[in-house]
């Protein structure tokens, strides 16, 4: 019954993207207009460059004092009639964005005068909406130079109510017939047609032209090297498991660690400790995490979807909170470049973030709801279901289900006769931990000369500049050979290579899976389903309600695009102007800059947990697939037993967090308190103990 109303809830919510408006064009031509600048056009000496370097090079900029400084006059918007004064204001924030982010990526200390109000004798901007193209005008007048006219013309269609399709016809489709690999390729299909619809063909041609765009598709992921590092990456990692097994060493560490978790409770205790510990990196936490606990805690009969819901719910909200991970030096370059709009300047943004830290209420209530359901006992929904089956009947797994690794390699044991070591595992682990450690170190930058490690933005740059997938595949590699000597060790020398095969063979399903996800990602892309959704909620309404609807904002991309980084890279730029504007005006703090600071502050806090929150119920994010590897648990009953409670996580990060703070004051700290016993109350007025059946 529950999968039945699941199912129509999905199938509900598909059919309700069609009453959905299909989007104003001015708005949504002004959200996409700062991607127009890095359209190429012709310099005066005839070379290549792009609109936004000629911008920054011509006649309206200047440096002063080492600050290249660009002057800003008119923005004008035109869209088959006159825009509305919210449309030009859109139009005039996006242009600031492309010019501030053309700027840092060229590496300048950048200031924009103009930004607000126009600045008379600087460049204007001119911005027509045509039937199926946009047309870009920058020039330049009233200086000591001739007139500037450079025009650049893109095709363009808007994005509408159809590009939620794929991603929605995914997620229906998988609840209700709980086939993802069907229901992602679907999805991906129906989108390919949608891309192929825009080119104006005929509908024969559209429906010719589909598995032709998704074959395209396809191969622009798998030739991505990226994706490739991280395929590489995880097979290494569950192989060194495999041989881990096999060797005696997973054996030998259940051992050791049985004094300390001998029951289920202690178990999911230690894994939700050690997802703690695991904080530079949510791939690294999610991968090793699940398939090194999920041993111990299917002897303790831990439902799998209970070992993927601790793996996935700590993974990302500690990365996404903890200052030493690959995280955060991404997150601050998202919007510390548009921070001179608040009165502050790029350089603090590490201070920024740190002010939002106590506002990340859904990351930091979604690890005490976890800590606080390992440590009770209790459960509620389809996970109480799952933990009840699993502790009653010792079925890890729901009948039907199809786990993400086989049984054949789930259920591998140690070779006979093999004498348990528990070195055989610490050794591959510790080694996978610091050989990916050193890498991202190496890559990053720290044995420079001039690398400053004692500061945080010198810290959080060596990260970010040396994440990615890369040191995950050499450090997993690393692991793994280390895995096979301590196999060698214990005389097994053939067994090496047949339980790394059985590990590899049973992750094909899971593979295209992971594909087809990224795949649906790429496809919302091309349909503009972020920037729709945005245009949805772009216009203005009481500034207060501003960090919850931009939460509301991140979840729904993250949900409907599968990642939550593109809906950070897409939201936070659009967030620090627009909040420090709308706050300035309110009783927030004592000045109206200060108050225009903290809504600055709560709403990019509010997009970075949105967007996790949209990553944890998201079946097409690849973290939460990932979590389905790690654990062996079926994908689809993964999302379905975590969904109801990141949910809960939400109400009571908006009920207990966003409206209280924005509305009556409340410190942050004080409404994590409120937060955290709003959850222990739901769960000893809803939850019960698995045992209690």
């Known amino acids: 019954m529950a999968r039945l109303v699941t199912g129509l809830l999905a199938l509900a919510l598909l059919a309700g993207a069609f009453l959905l408006p299909t989007g104003n064009r001015a708005r949504l031509a002004a959200l996409e207009a700062h991607e127009l600048f890095g359209e190429p056009v012709l310099a005066a000496d005839g070379s290549e460059t792009t609109l936004g370097e000629l911008v920054l090079a011509g006649p309206a900029a200047r440096t002063v004092d080492g600050t290249l400084q660009l002057e800003l006059y008119g923005v004008r918007l035109w869209a088959d009639a006159q825009a509305d004064l919210g449309d030009n204001l859109e139009l005039r924030r996006s242009i600031v964005r492309g010019l501030r982010a053309t700027a840092a990526n060229a590496g300048h200390e950048f200031e924009l005068v103009g930004e607000l109000a126009p600045e008379k004798g600087g460049a204007n901007f001119y911005l027509e909406v045509g039937p199926s193209s946009l047309l870009f005008q920058y020039t330049v007048d009233d200086v000591d130079t001739e007139v500037l006219d450079v025009r650049v013309e893109k095709d363009w269609a808007p994005p509408s109510n159809l590009s939620l399709l794929p991603p929605l016809v995914a997620v229906a489709l998988a609840v209700f017939l709980r086939r993802p690999l069907l229901a992602l390729f679907v999805g991906v299909l129906s989108g390919s047609y949608l891309i192929r619809r825009g080119t104006g063909a005929a509908v024969i041609d559209d429906l010719l032209g589909a598995p032709r765009v998704a074959t395209n598709l396809f191969f622009d992921e798998f030739e991505s090297l990226e994706r490739l590092m991280i395929i590489g990456f995880v097979v290494f990692m569950l192989a060194m498991v495999g041989v881990m097994t096999r060797s005696g060493g997973i054996r030998g560490l259940m051992d050791l660690v049985a004094g300390l978790a001998r029951d289920a409770r202690r178990t999911q205790i230690a894994t939700y400790l050690m997802g703690l510990a695991i904080f530079f990196d949510d791939y690294a936490n999610t991968i090793l995490v699940g398939s090194t606990m999920r041993p111990l805690s299917d002897r ?323 973290t939460t697939v990932m979590s389905s590897i790690a654990s062996a648990s079926d994908h689809i009953d993964h999302v379905r037993t975590q969904a109801p409670y990141a949910i809960v996580t939400m109400l009571a990060a908006i009920l207990t967090g966003y409206l209280p703070c924005a509305y009556a004051g409340l410190s942050p700290w004080l409404a994590l308190l409120l937060g955290s016993a709003l959850l222990l109350g739901v769960l000893f007025l809803f939850g019960r103990k698995s045992e209690a059946a």
């Open 300 to 622: 303790f009969r831990v439902a799998r979807e209970k070992l993927a819901y601790i793996v996935d719910s700590t993974a990302a909200p500690v990365a996404g909170l903890s200052v030493f991970s690959t995280w955060i030096a991404f997150e601050v370059s998202t919007f510390n470049a548009h921070l001179p709009a608040a009165g502050l300047l790029p350089s603090d943004g590490y201070a920024v973030f740190l002010r939002t830290i106590p506002y990340s209420f859904y990351c930091i209530l979604t690890l005490v709801f976890v800590g606080l359901i390992a440590w009770t006992g209790r459960d509620f929904g389809p996970m109480l279901s799952a933990e009840r089956r699993a502790r009653s009947t010792g079925k890890l797994l729901n009948d039907g289900s199809t786990p993400m690794v086989s049984d054949e390699a789930t259920h591998m044991e140690a070779e006979e006769g093999v004498t348990p070591a528990a070195w055989r595992a610490l050794a591959p682990l510790a080694t996978f931990l610091g050989v990916t450690l050193f890498e991202i170190f190496r890559a990053g930058g720290a044995f420079a000369a001039d690398a400053q490690l004692f500061s945080i933005e010198g810290i959080t740059a060596v990260l970010y500049n040396g994440s990615g997938s890369r040191p995950l595949l050499i450090g997993s590699l690393a692991g793994f050979l280390v895995a096979a000597v301590g196999a060698f060790s214990a005389g097994l020398f053939l067994q090496v290579f047949d339980a790394s095969w059985k590990t590899l063979r049973s992750m094909g399903v899971a593979f295209a899976i992971l594909y087809l996800a990224w795949m649906i990602g790429s496809v919302c892309g091309e349909l503009g389903t972020a920037p729709y959704l945005t245009s949805l909620l772009s216009d203005a309404v009481d500034p207060l309600l501003l960090p919850t609807l931009l939460f509301v904002l991140a979840g729904l991309v993250a949900f409907a695009t599968g990642s939550s980084w593109s809906t950070m890279s897409i939201l936070l730029p659009l967030v620090v102007g627009l909040a420090y504007t709308l706050g300035s005006g309110t009783d927030l703090a004592a000045t109206g800059a200060e108050s225009g600071q903290l809504l600055m502050v709560m709403s990019i806090a509010a997009v970075l947990s949105g967007a996790i929150f949209g990553d944890h119920c998201s079946p097409i994010s690849d």
